[in-house]
């Protein structure tokens, strides 16, 4: 029973199966989706999750499809004057040792898919059930089918049925909806000089956008308090002239980005409080499944990567229950201390002008320095040894 069941096809599930893989370890991947196509918006991959996929394969791949940015600008909502700036391109690739990349989540999951073979991911199979035991762990399907493993990793996201299995909790509401979309980069030329990411910090929202597909789209988020808007499904079809409106004091390069969209997708955010465990003896969690945070970080995606990394390393270095004490001993506090900065900036990014805010603006003037990120961007998954309790 030495084979893994991943629950979860997405970003998640795919590097923990590639990663395995690698480690020459039996996987299969269980979708709900009955097909993949390509969906969603941009994500950026920094440092600590580029040098990982780069080693899974990737390399070749992330350079044809993603964008180096040159950098990360924060500027004013209303003047667009800059507060800070991060160096990346070379200067980021020199430092730490991968670049720092800004690429379409459905070319990135594209990528990944390439690396497993396709009998490895099985679609259209929903988990409805996991249970566990000392030597094993069944999952069951909502067409009755069962599978028995080894070990069930659940990548399946804030939702997670596989969560459900190891404790009882909520997801939090944030209080903050996010509508994103992707436009063609020519309708926005004025980003196109250097490519680079750039977040319009203001009162109570910020918009965040960079380009990805090989600088031929340019993906954005525009952050909106909620209100009264909190639909059963979390997400559905924005409304471009809502988003206008809460925008029309912005500068006028906001508002052309967001005049560019055709449509967006409206989310509401949430994460999970931090939580004393993930795993059982034969069930383990990784990505949103295990630690759900806020996107005011740029880090989901990151960590997933290296939850990945370190529970595939963890898994050849010692039997199952071993293996994920060892996994959360190493992910614990730096997950921890990644959603910490993710909630505390749904706050500290969306200041309202004053003495605050110009406080904030001073601070992070210093903080975004590119050698300010070395615990962030310097972390290496494959550096840290793998203890058996």
Same mark, same amino acid.
């Given at each position: 029973?030495d084979?893994?069941?991943?629950?979860?096809?997405?970003?998640?599930?795919?590097?923990?199966?590639?990663?395995? %893989?690698?480690?020459?370890?039996?996987?299969?991947?269980?979708?709900?989706?009955?097909?993949?196509?390509?969906?969603?918006?941009?994500?950026?991959?920094?440092?600590?999750?580029?040098?990982?996929?780069?080693?899974?394969?990737?390399?070749?791949?992330?350079? *044809?499809?993603?964008?180096?940015?040159?950098?990360?600008?924060?500027?004013?909502?209303?003047?667009?004057?800059?507060?800070?700036?991060?160096?990346?391109?070379?200067?980021?690739?020199?430092?730490?040792?991968?670049?720092?990349?800004t @690429?379409?989540r459905?070319?990135?999951?594209?990528?990944?898919?390439?690396?497993?073979?396709?009998?490895?991911?099985?679609?259209?199979?929903r988990?409805?059930?996991?249970?566990?035991?000392?030597?094993?762990?069944?999952?069951?399907?909502?067409?009755?089918?069962?599978?028995r493993?080894?070990?069930?990793?659940?990548?399946?996201?804030?939702?997670?049925?596989?969560?459900?299995?190891?404790?009882?909790?909520?997801?939090?509401?944030?209080?903050?909806?996010?509508?994103?979309?992707v436009?063609?980069?020519?309708?926005?030329?004025?980003?196109?000089?250097?490519? *680079? @990411? @750039?977040? +319009?910090?203001?009162?109570?929202?910020?918009?965040?956008?960079?380009?990805?597909?090989?600088?031929?789209?340019?993906?954005?988020?525009?952050?909106?308090p909620?209100?009264?808007?909190?639909?059963?499904? +979390?997400?559905?079809?924005?409304?471009?002239?809502?988003?206008?409106?809460?925008?029309?004091?912005?500068?006028?390069? @906001?508002?052309?980005?967001?005049?560019?969209?055709?449509?967006?997708?409206?989310?509401?955010?949430?994460?999970?409080?931090?939580?004393?465990?993930?795993?059982?003896?034969?069930?383990?969690?990784?990505?949103?499944?295990?630690?759900?945070?806020?996107?005011?970080?740029?880090?989901?995606?990151?960590q997933?990567?290296?939850?990945?990394?370190?529970?595939? %390393?963890?898994?050849?270095?010692?039997?199952?229950?071993?293996?994920l004490?060892?996994?959360?001993?190493?992910?614990?506090?730096?997950?921890?201390?990644?959603?910490e900065?993710?909630?505390?900036?749904?706050?500290v990014?969306?200041?309202?002008?004053?003495?605050?805010?110009?406080?904030?603006?001073?601070?992070?003037?210093?903080?975004?320095?590119?050698?300010?990120?070395?615990?962030?961007?310097?972390?290496?998954?494959?550096?840290?040894?793998?203890?058996?309790?």
């Amino acid at each position: 029973m030495d084979n893994v069941a991943i629950i979860g096809a997405g970003l998640a599930g795919l590097t923990l199966a590639a990663a395995l %893989r690698a480690e020459g370890r039996p996987v299969t991947v269980w979708e709900q989706a009955d097909a993949f196509g390509p969906v969603g918006a941009g994500i950026q991959l920094a440092p600590n999750a580029t040098r990982l996929l780069n080693r899974l394969g990737l390399a070749e791949h992330l350079r *044809k499809v993603a964008v180096r940015p040159e950098a990360i600008e924060l500027r004013r909502w209303d003047d667009d004057s800059v507060i800070a700036r991060t160096e990346l391109g070379a200067s980021c690739e020199q430092e730490y040792g991968a670049p720092y990349y800004t @690429v379409h989540r459905a070319d990135l999951h594209d990528g990944l898919l390439r690396l497993l073979d396709p009998a490895t991911v099985r679609a259209g199979a929903r988990c409805t059930a996991v249970t566990g035991g000392d030597d094993g762990a069944t999952v069951t399907f909502a067409d009755g089918s069962v599978h028995r493993a080894g070990l069930v990793a659940g990548a399946d996201g804030i939702h997670s049925v596989v969560r459900a299995t190891l404790m009882t909790d909520e997801p939090r509401f944030s209080g903050q909806s996010i509508l994103r979309a992707v436009v063609p980069a020519g309708d926005v030329p004025f980003l196109l000089t250097e490519p *680079k @990411v @750039v977040l +319009w910090l203001g009162p109570h929202q910020h918009v965040v956008c960079y380009p990805v597909s090989g600088g031929r789209s340019v993906s954005f988020g525009a952050t909106m308090p909620a209100g009264g808007w909190y639909p059963e499904s +979390w997400s559905s079809p924005g409304s471009i002239t809502d988003l206008a409106e809460a925008y029309r004091d912005w500068h006028p390069r @906001v508002r052309r980005l967001i005049g560019a969209a055709g449509s967006v997708s409206r989310w509401a955010l949430h994460d999970r409080d931090p939580v004393p465990r993930w795993s059982g003896r034969r069930v383990t969690l990784v990505g949103d499944a295990a630690h759900p945070m806020l996107p005011f970080l740029a880090q989901g995606a990151n960590q997933a990567v290296e939850d990945a990394a370190v529970l595939a %390393r963890c898994l050849t270095a010692a039997p199952v229950p071993d293996a994920l004490r060892s996994y959360e001993r190493l992910r614990r506090e730096r997950v921890d201390r990644v959603h910490e900065i993710s909630r505390r900036n749904a706050t500290v990014l969306h200041l309202a002008d004053g003495a605050g805010q110009r406080r904030r603006d001073g601070e992070l003037s210093r903080e975004q320095r590119l050698r300010e990120q070395a615990w962030l961007y310097g972390y290496d998954a494959h550096d840290h040894e793998v203890t058996v309790a």
